[in-house]
């Protein structure tokens, strides 16, 4: 698959970037659709445990109110550590005795310290308090949102798109988006490709047998990228099956897309960092069905919106899970 070159939003204009972001996607993608009913288990059900989905940054310690000490509390691994967290958070924000978790696992640095796992609950998990990071730091830490928290919104002129995020399987995904939410204004945030389930999917998002997998190829794509917040392209994370309502990096990001469909066939390529709430789905599809105009790029038909629609990264709330 071809790699885009980087570049900066403010020296291209929107129709260069169709034609990066189309011609990007029309190599990675068919498609396929899914049931509406989109929650963690569902989308990490194929491929994937707690285990595999309990991950931190390396170099960072975040900072928050012990509600375990880790002098009194060593375990064997950072992922050890996030399932501790996990354990101690499964009820709702009051309930969640443990929403940041703290690892020190390099023994040369760590000395006395090695194997601490001190378990903390942060004020907002949504701005985490950071004690420091860098090379520096011999911590490794991570968030674990409580049911019904972790929740942000990209606002539309068709309603917003509530996106649960998903720190302990993309932990730098989310550092990312939770720096967005800190900007004062998105100016590169924008959808400017959107292509529905034509023909090619029921109702229910299941791929009808024998048609073609695209195009259309049910999705939507943009960009999320802010004035004033240096974009350092994402590592791979955790790539499960592409489920309907998936939110995940073309590549290493900044460019992002909504799947509409159930995409196995893309074969676990694309970091997801998240997902749309069952019930803002319709709004995705509205998007979908926006004028839009056919275009070909590397010999594929792909559909790009009359008008771009612009996207502001705004706090919300939601329901649990």
């Known amino acids: ?85 996990k354990a101690a958070c499964t009820g709702p924000g009051d309930q969640c005795r443990c929403n940041a978790w703290v690892f020190c696992g390099n023994k040369e640095h760590c000395k006395d310290k090695f194997g601490e796992c001190w378990l903390k609950k942060q004020n907002d998990v949504l701005s985490p308090e950071v004690v420091s990071s860098g090379d520096h730091s011999m911590w490794t830490s991570g968030l674990v949102f409580a049911k019904g928290e972790g929740i942000f919104g990209l606002e539309t002129s068709q309603g917003t798109l509530r996106i649960k995020l998903l720190p302990d399987c993309a932990p730098r995904s989310v550092a990312y988006i939770t720096e967005l939410l800190g900007a004062r204004s998105c100016p590169g945030c924008h ?10 999917w029921d109702l229910k998002g299941d791929h009808v047998s024998h048609a073609s997998f695209g195009p259309p190829y049910a999705l939507i794509q943009g960009t999320l990228e802010a004035d004033g917040i240096f974009f350092k392209e994402v590592p791979k994370e955790v790539c499960p099956s ?26 676990r390529s694309y970091t997801v960092f998240g997902f749309v709430l069952p019930e803002d789905m319709e709004i995705a599809e509205k998007i979908a069905s926006l004028p839009s105009k056919l275009d070909v790029w590397a010999n594929v038909t792909v559909s790009v919106l009359e008008d771009p629609v612009s996207l502001r990264v705004v706090r919300v709330t939601g329901p649990g899970e």
């Open 242 to 267: 592409i489920k309907r309502g998936s939110v995940a990096w073309v590549g290493q990001g900044p460019e992002f897309f909504i799947s509409l469909a159930n995409h196995h066939e893309w074969k």
């Open 1 to 85: 698959m071809a790699r885009r070159p980087r570049r900066s939003i403010l020296c291209l204009s929107i129709t260069v970037l169709f034609v990066f972001f189309s011609a990007y996607m029309a190599f990675s993608f068919s498609a396929r659709r899914a049931s509406p009913v989109s929650v963690v288990s569902e989308v990490f059900r194929e491929g994937l445990n707690d285990s595999a989905c309990c991950r931190g940054v390396d170099g960072l310690e975040l900072w928050g109110s012990a509600t375990k000490w880790g002098s009194e509390h060593k375990v064997e691994s950072a992922e050890a550590c996030c399932l501790a967290c």
């Open 191 to 200: 959808i400017v490709r959107a292509e529905g389930r034509g023909q090619f």
